[in-house]
């Protein structure tokens, strides 16, 4: 069974940073794509960055250039560092492990809230 857990959200001022963390169990980390989503109240999920099973990755428009993702192999985790944080990166933000035709799972949230 595949699971992902999220930490590391909270309350930070605009301008300040904050690291998120996704911890899969029940996978092979290099045969997935690894991606953090977000949804503010009102809105649609969108995707904010995507770390591939080839190793690349993709950014959303509005975090290029603001936020990195990475992943740990030998630890199943992926680390979204989010700097220069506006108040509209407000949201809760989703974790999602993906392998086509295996799984899609998606942990629970973890609120980001960003202060003016």
């Known amino acids: 069974q595949v699971q992902v857990v999220e930490s590391g959200g909270g309350l930070v001022q605009a301008g300040g940073s904050l690291r998120l963390s996704c911890a899969a169990s029940g996978i092979i980390f290099r045969f997935n794509s690894m991606a953090w989503y977000r949804q503010a109240p009102g809105k649609q999920r969108e995707l904010v960055a995507v770390?591939?099973?080839?190793?690349?990755?993709n950014y959303a428009d509005s975090v290029k250039g603001r936020f990195t993702i990475s992943g740990d192999n030998a630890k199943n985790t992926v680390f979204l560092q989010m700097n220069s944080l506006k108040p509209e990166d407000t949201a809760v933000y989703y974790c999602?492990?993906?392998?086509?035709?295996?799984?899609?799972?998606w942990g629970q949230g973890t609120q980001v809230t960003v202060s003016s």
């Open positions: 999602n492990a993906y392998r086509l035709g295996f799984y899609n799972a």
């Open positions: 770390f591939t099973s080839g190793g690349t990755t």
